[in-house]
């Protein structure tokens, strides 16, 4: 191994993973620590109650009886026995957190047993334990939990007995909603063709993925259930004396407010703290198990991507005052704990008004998040713009205010998303979702916007258009909503559309008519297209320029009849050679050795090194710049001028 080569291999050897733990992200969350904090204190003392110095909290001393808050012997103050109040608080919030959390586990285990059952088998099924569960919604659940202890007796066996029974309904309804959507899952339908059973599906498909649902469910309502408990001692069906919970000593003590508030005052502040530190747990615990916050901390993505305040300071190249959009220098990054993902890195092109810019490049190039970053949809956290300028008509996107930049969202420039099934809104009609977006940027009224969209509608050869403006996405095919994903971009004639793989789910006679629609919109209202797609035939067919992007960077550009005929990167050519040629079949298909690197380990130097076939020791030495060959024409390579 040479000089040059031992830096690249020590940069590229695999590291640990940096990604934040459940700790890192839960303490993100100052509210969740907070309630962690009174929660843990809480239960740490009531389970240490056998082995604190306490005194016995039946024990009474009449002389004491009523004693105030910091009374010698009696540090929160004595009864109206003169029973010791932090004895009694301790051991009082032991008995009621255990009967709590023993209510809510039975609660959850056949709550969620009825509805796994239920969602997973549905008809008859479904039906009856369904239609059990709606007798138990139909009565008031505090007035169902007295009349269950009423009829069994007063006592904490029957109050948890009662308590747990009201509370059954909401797992089961919650748990049922979830699987009648997981037993639909492509992944369901593959493991009953792999031979699996109804248990094992059961268990190993559906139940993982109810899980964080049940967890969710179990720790929002804990609080309220050790409420409930509370509520039925203090009416004295639960605890019975001389055993005493939160709620017993409540209801003794509501006759002595006015005489010694102290002994109501504490048992109810007491139970205060422990509901709000059991909803804030059960808030963080939520978003632990929430995938799409794993990846960043415990935010929400923002409307708009952040941006650095010095990204324009650092952006070096001056942009194209005649261009419709120019970007400069765009680097926009995920930062994931200690580690920083290059998603985008240095990328530059312009775009002028009715021209066809492809961006080509296998998954995980950086297109789409180059695409994404120009109107900020990147979300943030953990996405972050460190470096550029996205100018439209001379105007610094990344300096916008929140407000301009969305008059500017799908009105000047639309988008065309590459998964239609996760961007339509399902619960809407995709007529309706047209004609929102024509309302909101033309003001138009519900009728006329209604009728712009099923005209949009019918010019993407969406059949029966009229009718069809009553569907909901998921009553149309795969190529259907694509379609209509194509209409809501067009619907304000935009000057730009972003087409990130549009024509993906669509055969090949509707991607052609698809293709024809852009061209004529490109030559009727010379609108500008930038067009993310893996398909070099339509790159060829449709674009005037191509944009070549590997590892988060531009590697090549140029026209591309220029580029397809004389490819100057490496990469480039590899890629070409992997499309099949129509009427050659004894040409061989290159596929291309290895796997893009990670882009939180990029090699140094040229970051197709280790894939390539023309690879010399001076590619490894040091990062290579995009290099001019001609006006329009670039290539990151330092053998381009040998090609």
Known sequence: MTAAEAPAVAETAPRPSQ?????ARLRRNHLAVLGLAILAAIVLTAVAAPILPLPDPNATDLPA????????????????????????????????????????????????????VAGFYGRWVDTVLMRAIDMLMAFPYLLL????????????????????????????RSVRGVTLGLVRRDYVDAARLGGQGDLSILTGEILPNLLPVIVITLSTTLGWMILETAGLSFLGLGAQPPQADLGSMLGEARSLVLVAPHVALIPGLVILLLVIGINLVGDGIRDLLDPRLRSGGLVRPGAATEVAPDAG????????????????????????????????DDVSFDLAPGECLGIVGESGSGKSVTAL????????????????????????????????????????????????LGTLNPLMTVGEQIAETIRRHQGKGRADAMARAIELMDRVRIPDAAGRAASYPHELSGGQRQRIGIAMALANDPDIIIADEPTTALDVTIQA???????DLRRERDTALLFITHDFGVVSDLCDRVMVMYAGRVVETGPVAEVLRDPRHPYTRRLLSCVPV?????????????LPPAVN???????????????????????????????????????????
């Not at 990604?19 to 700790?23: A, D, I, L, Q, T």
């Not at 009829?151 to 029974?165: E, K, R, V, Y």
């Not at 008519?513 to 061209?519: F, T, Y």
């Open 145 to 172: 939990a007295l009349a269950i202890v009423a009829a069994l007796g007063p006592g904490l066996l029957n109050a948890l007995f009662a308590i747990s029974i009201v509370n059954v309904p909401f797992f089961a």
């Open 513 to 519: 008519e698809v293709l024809d629609l852009l061209r």
């Open 373 to 420: 970053s120009i109107l900020g949809l990147v979300p943030t956290p953990p996405g972050r713009i460190v470096k550029g300028h996205i100018r439209y008509r001379g105007r610094d996107l990344l300096c916008l205010p929140l407000s301009e930049l969305q008059e500017l969202r799908g009105n000047r420039i639309a988008c065309i998303f590459q998964d239609p």
């Open 19 to 23: 990604r934040p733990g459940w700790w």
């Open 313 to 344: 300071s650092l952006a070096g190249d001056p942009p194209d005052p005649a261009a419709l959009l120019s970007v400069r220098n765009l680097s926009t990054h995920f930062l994931l704990g200690g580690e920083r993902y290059k998603a985008a």
């Open 582 to 594: 129509l009427g050659r079949p004894e040409r061989a298909l290159d596929a291309i050795p290895g």
């Open 65 to 116: 009886r009523l004693a105030a808050p910091f009374t010698p012997g009696h540090l929160l103050g004595a009864d109206q026995l003169g029973r010791d109040m932090l004895s009694r608080i301790v051991w009082g919030t032991r008995v009621s957190l255990a009967v709590g959390a023993a209510a809510a586990l039975a609660a959850a285990l056949v709550g969620s047993l009825i509805g796994i």
């Open 601 to 643: 380990r990029l090699p140094r130097g040229c970051h197709f090194a280790d894939r390539c076939d023309r690879v010399i020791d001076r590619c490894r030495a040091a990062d290579v710049e995009l290099d001019p060959l001609a006006p329009g024409r670039a290539s990151r390579c330092i053998r381009a001028r040998e090609a």
